[in-house]
């Protein structure tokens, strides 16, 4: 690699973000506060692009798998800590941070990419059978995890007791352990675009695939890093709206999710919708199988209250986005009105949340 090279922004902000952080700069007041934003931002889109740089190594599906497992790890990482640091008084975070990472993906980033796309080529095209796969593992989690639990009888109201959360967590790993075995041996070709590569990409070489990987374990590790130390100013801008807490969690599902939502609408303006599949409904697959068993084991160590269940009007609301978002890919090609729709179903939940 060249030396100019790391005069690149992708190379600069994580640096400057994890310098900021660990100088202590953070919690300054606002204007530290600022600063702390504009290095997060720089750090997201640098996150979007060492995970370009590393899906262009490896290929499809593997490049989308690797930016799934990372989002989720670090979301795991910042709930896992928020809980720890709340006590009791975080027993919905979990809920209310994995639920709302779910319905910005189903709504929020499938929505963009299929208005992005529709807008530039009309219609866009994917393999109906990566869409039903992802859905029918995604929608078993989702029912299990949250919407089971406000009908179980061993422990009232919306919670799981040690043994259930125990079978649900091993649920989730089995769903999510075949479904990489189906996407990966089994029916690869299911999530691989149909043409190969939409366009042509500059392959990057060993050196600058390993330099990207790890920058990327940066860009996200300083995201959720900055995003628990900005925390606590976003629950005092959301106590100031005079909005209710669980907004909290859609801001952090938010900054989270940014960097593989702007990857895959990247993916859908280059018309690789195919691609930009894979990293939503992979990330959603992932967020929800694989966090739930680990906010579990956290609940079941800590002796943490932990409540799953949606209340009524949640429930309703993730019912419409996964029945909206099952027809608008049942045909295996997008048009402007499926991501319209996709995209008023999320502003309906945020703004039943902000106004329940």
Same mark, same amino acid.
């Given at each position: 690699?060249?030396?100019?090279?790391?005069?690149?922004?992708?190379?600069?902000?994580? /640096?400057?973000?994890?310098?900021?952080?660990?100088?202590?700069?953070?919690?300054?007041?606002?204007?530290?506060?600022?600063? *702390?934003?504009?290095?997060?931002?720089?750090?997201?889109?640098?996150?979007?692009?060492?995970?370009? /740089?590393?899906?262009?190594?490896?290929?499809?599906?593997?490049?989308?798998?690797?930016?799934?497992?990372?989002?989720?790890? !670090?979301? /795991?990482?910042?709930?896992?800590?928020?809980? =720890?640091?709340?006590?009791?008084?975080?027993?919905?975070?979990?809920?209310?941070?994995?639920?709302?990472?779910?319905?910005?993906?189903?709504?929020?980033?499938?929505?963009?990419?299929?208005?992005?796309?529709?807008?530039?080529?009309?219609?866009?095209?994917?393999?109906?059978?990566?869409?039903?796969?992802?859905?029918?593992? !995604? /929608?078993?989690?989702?029912? !299990?995890?949250?919407?089971?639990?406000?009908?179980?009888?061993?422990?009232?109201?919306?919670?799981?007791?040690?043994?259930?959360?125990?079978?649900?967590?091993?649920?989730?790993?089995?769903?999510?352990?075949?479904?990489?075995?189906?996407?990966?041996?089994?029916?690869?070709?299911?999530?691989?675009?149909?043409?190969?590569?939409?366009?042509?990409?500059?392959?990057?070489?060993?050196?600058?695939?390993?330099?990207?990987?790890?920058?990327?374990?940066?860009?996200?590790?300083? =995201?959720?890093?900055?995003?628990?130390?900005?925390?606590?100013?976003?629950?005092?801008?959301?106590?100031?709206?005079?909005?209710?807490?669980?907004?909290?969690?859609?801001?952090?599902?938010?900054?989270?999710?940014?960097?593989?939502?702007?990857?895959?609408?990247?993916?859908?303006?280059?018309?690789?919708?195919?691609?930009?599949?894979?990293?939503?409904?992979?990330? *959603?697959?992932?967020?929800?199988?694989?966090?739930?068993?680990?906010?579990?084991?956290?609940?079941?160590?800590?002796?943490?209250?932990?409540?799953?269940?949606?209340?009524?009007?949640?429930?309703?609301?993730?019912?419409?986005?996964?029945?909206?978002?099952?027809?608008?890919?049942?045909?295996?090609?997008?048009?402007?009105?499926?991501?319209?729709?996709?995209?008023?179903?999320?502003?309906?939940? !945020?703004?039943?949340?902000?106004?329940?």
């Amino acid at each position: 690699m060249k030396p100019k090279e790391f005069l690149h922004y992708t190379y600069i902000f994580p /640096v400057l973000a994890v310098i900021y952080y660990f100088a202590g700069f953070m919690g300054q007041g606002i204007i530290s506060d600022i600063i *702390a934003g504009i290095l997060l931002t720089g750090s997201v889109l640098s996150a979007v692009h060492h995970a370009e /740089v590393v899906a262009h190594k490896v290929g499809e599906p593997y490049g989308t798998i690797i930016l799934a497992l990372c989002i989720t790890i !670090i979301e /795991v990482a910042l709930i896992v800590s928020l809980m =720890v640091a709340g006590g009791a008084e975080a027993i919905t975070l979990a809920r209310d941070t994995v639920f709302a990472a779910v319905m910005i993906i189903l709504n929020g980033i499938i929505g963009i990419c299929v208005l992005v796309g529709g807008v530039k080529y009309f219609e866009q095209f994917f393999a109906r059978t990566s869409a039903t796969t992802y859905l029918v593992s !995604i /929608v078993s989690i989702l029912v !299990i995890t949250l919407i089971l639990p406000n009908f179980t009888s061993s422990v009232n109201g919306p919670y799981y007791n040690n043994a259930q959360l125990i079978f649900v967590s091993i649920a989730c790993f089995v769903i999510y352990g075949v479904f990489l075995m189906v996407q990966t041996v089994r029916h690869r070709s299911y999530f691989v675009p149909a043409d190969g590569n939409a366009e042509e990409h500059f392959i990057p070489n060993k050196t600058q695939t390993i330099v990207s990987f790890f920058l990327l374990v940066v860009c996200l590790i300083v =995201v959720v890093l900055m995003a628990k130390g900005l925390s606590k100013t976003i629950e005092d801008v959301v106590q100031s709206m005079g909005a209710p807490k669980s907004l909290v969690g859609v801001i952090i599902a938010g900054v989270v999710l940014l960097p593989e939502g702007l990857a895959a609408i990247r993916a859908a303006r280059n018309n690789q919708f195919q691609s930009s599949l894979n990293l939503a409904l992979g990330s *959603a697959l992932a967020s929800i199988g694989l966090s739930i068993p680990a906010i579990s084991a956290v609940s079941i160590m800590y002796d943490i209250p932990l409540v799953l269940g949606l209340d009524k009007k949640d429930i309703i609301l993730l019912t419409l986005s996964v029945f909206i978002v099952m027809l608008s890919l049942s045909r295996g090609k997008t048009n402007i009105l499926y991501g319209t729709v996709l995209l008023v179903n999320l502003a309906a939940y !945020i703004f039943t949340v902000i106004v329940p």
